[in-house]
């Protein structure tokens, strides 16, 4: 019965083709914050739930890895949801070693934790590919009803663009399945890599093969933050090229692909990055997805908030010639939570000096809690070093911070024109 069930998504697909055809725009939605709210704001506009046993596929990160999405962003979701964490071993670990990552990651204390394939594999058949004619997965996928793909959209050093293909394909599969995924379908007995255009297209026949077998129950979000050109396993430690961007999604895995590449594109120093795509033939995957009508290149980017009321202060600029009074808005973690509940109770007046020629900086006089990453800063972010000190910055850097907020809608002219050169009194108050 489930043979007839997969031919028949199947055939769905194949007349989807049509559709995809004739020019139709796929709805991705956008947004720019990056949190709990938003992932489960953004859940909501696709105005489809997933019901009966969920599975959440999303990197877990490697040993010693930080550029993977963090538990505590989908945790809430999982945990509405009663979702579990899926996961598979490599060609070299074990599912031991995979659950002592997850736990690390602290996956484990978000929701339950699966290693799809401790248990075995099982086949999936691939209709209508040019390189694979089954695709190989985890035994316990077979325990799902339905499934969430979390994606964090970067660049990958064999595949040109981690997106969904990928995620959903090598991100499954059994080391069988990835050993066959990687050699372009010649073998899954030991590990080779052949034909890079191969490979890209066995990525997106095994993930197609995962769409049909979920019947349609398949829904996508990809992160769109730390955006670096390598990869990110043990003691490396790879920057970001570019600000973070925000979280997309979509029903159409297609059309979410195809704008967060459009969006790193149209980022301002995003050549690193694109560069890696193209030397990969990255978007091959795209397009050979849209050609066997796993979703469209046209879409609408509808931008979205999380809905939730944003924690809004107001800084007065005392420059020694001009009083300037400039909005504005906290980010959603513990340390602007905390910078905010301080200014509830009484303001505070930072001697602030210019560093380095992109940053105001001066002492906070107490401590907050820190939620440092790596970060290149743009005109306008504040930022907590050390958790004791406070900037405002006017051009670029990059280092470990923590991400307070942003000045509210000034460019970088104007701000430099408020915050003037030398020294500044910086008088922090929650806004009116």
């Not at 730390?226 to 396993?233: G, I, P, V």
């Not at 030397?279 to 999380?306: D, P, T």
């Not at 000034?410 to 020294?423: A, H, R």
Request: charged share 20%; proline share 4%; aromatic share 8%.
């Amino acid at each position: 019965m489930k043979k007839i069930i997969i031919a028949l998504a199947a055939l769905c697909i194949f007349f989807s083709q049509e559709f995809f055809a004739q020019g139709k725009k796929s709805a991705v939605y956008f947004s720019r914050e990056i949190s709990p709210q938003s992932v489960q704001a953004i859940y909501e506009r696709l105005g489809k739930k997933l019901s009966g046993r969920v599975a959440i596929q999303q990197s877990m990160g490697e040993p010693g890895g930080y550029l993977f999405i963090q538990p505590e962003l989908s945790a809430p979701l999982a945990k509405k949801l009663g979702a579990s964490y899926i996961n598979s071993t490599g060609v070299s670990d074990t599912a031991a070693i995979r659950k002592e990552i997850a736990k690390e990651h602290g996956f484990t204390k978000a929701a339950p934790v699966d290693v799809i394939d401790e248990d075995g594999d099982i086949d999936l058949p691939v209709q209508g590919g040019r390189v694979l004619k089954k695709n190989i997965v985890g035994a316990h996928l077979k325990n799902y009803d339905s499934l969430l793909v979390l994606t964090h959209f970067k660049g990958h050093a064999v595949s040109g663009i981690g997106g969904i293909m990928k995620n959903m394909s090598i991100g499954i599969s059994s080391p069988a399945g990835k050993r066959l995924i990687h050699s372009g379908g010649a073998t899954s007995s030991y590990y080779t890599h052949r034909d890079q255009d191969a490979f890209l297209a066995a990525n997106v026949e095994a993930a197609k093969s995962v769409m049909e077998f979920f019947e349609g129950r398949v829904l996508y979000i990809n992160f769109l933050f730390k955006l670096s050109n390598q990869s990110d396993y043990g003691s490396v430690r790879p920057k970001p090229v570019i600000p973070d961007i925000g979280i997309l999604a979509s029903t159409d895995p297609v059309a979410l692909d195809q704008a967060s590449a459009d969006l790193i594109y149209a980022a301002k120093g995003s050549e690193p990055l694109t560069k890696l795509f193209e030397s990969r033939n990255g978007r091959y995957s795209i397009e050979y997805a849209n050609e066997l009508g796993l979703g469209s290149l046209n879409y609408e980017l509808v931008e979205i908030n999380s809905g939730e009321k944003k924690m809004k202060i107001q800084i007065t600029i005392d420059n020694g010639k001009n009083k300037n009074a400039i909005t504005a808005s906290l980010a959603e973690n513990s340390s602007a939570k905390a910078f905010y509940q301080a200014l509830q109770k009484k303001p505070l007046v930072v001697k602030m000096n210019d560093y380095g020629s992109f940053e105001k900086v001066g002492p906070l006089g107490q401590t907050f809690p820190t939620n440092d990453e790596q970060i290149i800063t743009a005109p306008g972010d504040i930022i907590l070093y050390q958790g004791n000190q406070i900037s405002i910055y006017y051009d670029k850097n990059s280092w470990s911070f923590t991400r307070l907020g942003k000045v509210d809608s000034l460019k970088q002219k104007q701000l430099k024109e408020i915050l003037g050169s030398g020294g500044v009194t910086a008088t922090f108050t929650i806004a009116e």
